[in-house]
């Protein structure tokens, strides 16, 4: 386990979570706003080992979401680091299971993501890079303190970036 917050246990991705991960990262709909796009079987099993070899390097990667009451796999959360506009940024990056959307799960994540980058990774400040159609995850990133600072473009996508000073 990495952290955990009320209902969720957010820990370290394992070979076990390829068909979890598949539910997600190939779904049309959850990836509609991904930079990367849908994955396909093989590209689950590149993100899998890229996130275990992060994990190895204490470098910013991805953690499973899991629920409490059952263990069911709810998605994925983490911290990711890009150049944007000539500045290293390090953003937030989150993908809910459609059938757990509306559940408050992202924000509950996300919040727990907020207090776990603080208190153990001691940063400061972390951004947050959406479309601005991504009408869900702008309320996502508005209700855990986040703020716009701008519109830019990200890897030719519109972006607009939010920060949050922890």
């Known amino acids: 386990m990495v952290f955990e917050t009320e209902r969720l246990i957010i820990g370290k991705i394992t070979d076990d979570d390829v068909i979890n991960l598949s539910t997600v990262l190939s779904d ?4 509609k706003h991904s930079t990367v796009g849908v994955h396909t079987e093989q590209q689950v099993l590149a993100y899998i080992s890229n ?13 499973g979401i899991y629920r409490k009451q059952d263990n069911a796999f709810v998605g994925l959360c983490g911290l990711n680091n890009h150049q944007v506009d000539s500045e290293e940024l390090i953003h937030i990056n989150y993908r809910l299971a459609s059938k757990y959307h509306g559940n408050g799960y992202a924000v509950e994540s996300v919040q727990g993501l907020l207090t776990f980058t603080a208190q153990s990774l001691c940063l400061k400040t972390v951004y947050a890079l959406i479309e601005s159609d991504n009408v869900s995850s702008v309320n996502v990133v508005k209700r855990t303190g986040f703020e716009f600072v701008k519109a830019t473009d990200f890897i030719g996508f519109k972006v607009d970036v939010y920060q949050n000073c922890l």
């Open 28 to 31: 049309p709909e959850v990836m």
């Open 51 to 63: 996130c275990q070899q992060r994990y190895s390097g204490n470098e910013f990667c991805h953690w």
